[in-house]
């Protein structure tokens, strides 16, 4: 900042660019109060930020649940109202940041791993949002396969309470399949990672 303070600026946030001063930038986060100067090669237009965006998840994280709103006939309208959990800071993750953050990229499949780097589980229908943040499906680990529906079952019961993830925001594997078919209308189904077809927000407050 101006005043010499180092403030990180979460991956993703929707930035407007206030000076160029060559390698650097002076940008406003929508999140930030501060004016900050930041490298240029750390920005990117992709997505690029339009007028009459359409669609946007805001995620509550005091009460543990999200609303879907979507723009129709030029009224917001809340289209979905889930339970979730979100990330709590701990030896293998963080706290969901809060902020305002574009939509790269979904997943059909994310797969995570364990404090050895070893692949733990995966989540289904991911949506990212900032670094390694994600919405998702209820993940489940390699063992609990066998068993599925019943540890889904006994996962998905404590959404709605408590904070719990590494960063991501989790939801029903069902919602999370709305979420994904909301957002990719033409999927290409021999990739893993998808485009959102129209621009896309989240909010995390």
Same mark, same amino acid.
């Given at each position: 900042s101006d005043n010499g303070e180092k403030i990180i600026i979460p991956d993703r946030s929707v930035i407007r660019i206030i000076k160029d001063m060559g390698d650097t930038v002076k940008v406003k986060a929508l999140s930030i109060p501060e004016e900050l100067t930041i490298p240029k090669s750390k920005i990117t237009s992709y997505p690029n930020i339009k007028k009459g965006f359409r669609k946007v998840i805001a995620i509550d994280l005091q009460n543990q649940n999200f609303m879907v709103f979507e723009k129709v006939n030029n009224e917001w309208q809340v289209i979905s109202y889930v339970y979730s959990k979100t990330g709590i800071d701990s030896q293998l993750g963080f706290e969901t940041p809060k902020g305002f953050f574009t939509i790269p990229t979904v997943k059909y499949v994310m797969a995570y791993n364990d404090e050895n780097g070893q692949k733990q589980g995966s989540a289904r229908f991911a949506i990212r949002f900032s670094g390694g943040g994600y919405i998702h499906g209820t993940p489940i680990n390699e063992q609990e396969e066998v068993n599925r529906e019943f540890f889904m079952r006994q996962k998905e019961f404590t959404l709605?309470?408590?904070?719990?993830?590494?960063?991501?925001?989790?939801?029903? $594997?069902?919602?999370?399949?709305?979420?994904?078919?909301?957002?990719?209308?033409?999927?290409?189904?021999?990739?893993? $990672?998808?485009?959102?077809?129209?621009?896309?927000?989240?909010?995390?407050?």
């Open positions: 709605g309470t408590t904070t719990g993830t590494r960063k991501c925001v989790r939801t029903t $594997e069902g919602n999370a399949k709305f979420l994904f078919d909301w957002l990719v209308k033409n999927p290409n189904k021999s990739s893993n $990672e998808q485009h959102p077809t129209e621009d896309a927000y989240v909010i995390v407050f």
